[in-house]
């Protein structure tokens, strides 16, 4: 049950119009495919916030450890005037295997993030507490740290199911009904495309399971990476380990951070 006192924001049962396509230009790349994300962000915001977010970069950054991130006042103005924003990180390396709408979810995942920290109580250290959680299931987005359902919901690498026919779904299908599209993919990307292996949305009760290092069964072994010294480990699903010396928290690689 959510708290009584989020900001939780009614999705309305029309959804609102989504933005006008970016007109395509061969030679524009950077236009096409930062424009794209900054639009799904608007449309995002007004359906399914409220429009309550305040603007923020959206950035694209290669790695294998994480889907995406949000960064609290990522970039400052060199103008003088002392501006700040915050930063959503997305990870293109990430796509692959990976349907548009699943990678729109890990735009409005990060998009939780950065409600919290400007509407509620985020916790240190990068914790994802309660009232994310809540926050993400108010989009319709499952918080679960397998990305399977009854995985933990709160800890410091979580990743989200999709919740069919809840508001998130309900936007992002018609967003993309609009031809909405990542229209830049990385080669191996659009090699395994080809092949016919973008993975599709599935009902909660089988959650989506994406990308060449997505969990692929409970049982399966998941690899953990040391984001200081590049040391790996493999495990099952959902343990928290640390270093030999105890000094950095390995993650798992399907985390969307």
């Not at 009760?205 to 998941?222: I, N, Y």
């Amino acid at each position: 049950m959510l708290q009584p006192d989020l900001p939780v924001y009614p999705v309305p049962a029309l959804v609102p119009p989504c933005p006008a396509l970016i007109a395509r230009k061969a030679d524009r790349p950077t236009e096409e495919q930062y424009g794209d994300f900054q639009a799904a962000y608007d449309y995002f915001n007004k359906a399914l916030f409220g429009g309550k977010l305040p603007q923020c970069l959206i950035t694209l950054v290669r790695s294998r450890r994480f889907r995406g991130y949000f960064l609290t006042e990522g970039f400052i103005s060199a103008d003088g005037e002392g501006r700040k924003t915050d930063e959503i990180a997305m990870n293109p390396e990430s796509f692959e295997g990976r349907t548009d709408k699943a990678i729109l979810s890990t735009l409005v995942h990060e998009m939780c993030h950065l409600q919290q920290f400007h509407q509620g109580k985020p916790s240190p250290g990068g914790y994802h507490n309660k009232q994310w959680g809540d926050y993400m299931k108010a989009v319709g987005l499952y918080p679960s740290n397998t990305g399977l359902l009854m995985g933990k919901e709160t800890g410091v690498q979580m990743t989200h199911y999709v919740l069919e026919g809840e508001a998130f779904c309900r936007t992002a299908d018609a967003l993309l009904a609009t031809g909405w599209s990542i229209r830049w993919r990385t080669p191996q990307d659009l090699l395994l495309s080809a092949a016919g292996g973008l993975s599709g949305f599935v009902p909660p009760s089988m959650p989506q399971l994406t990308g060449k290092r997505a969990v692929a069964k409970r049982a399966s072994k998941t690899r953990y990476s040391c984001p200081v010294s590049g040391a790996n480990a493999w495990g099952k699903p959902g343990l928290t380990l640390y270093t030999a010396e105890g000094a950095a928290l390995m993650v798992a690689m399907i985390e969307e951070g």
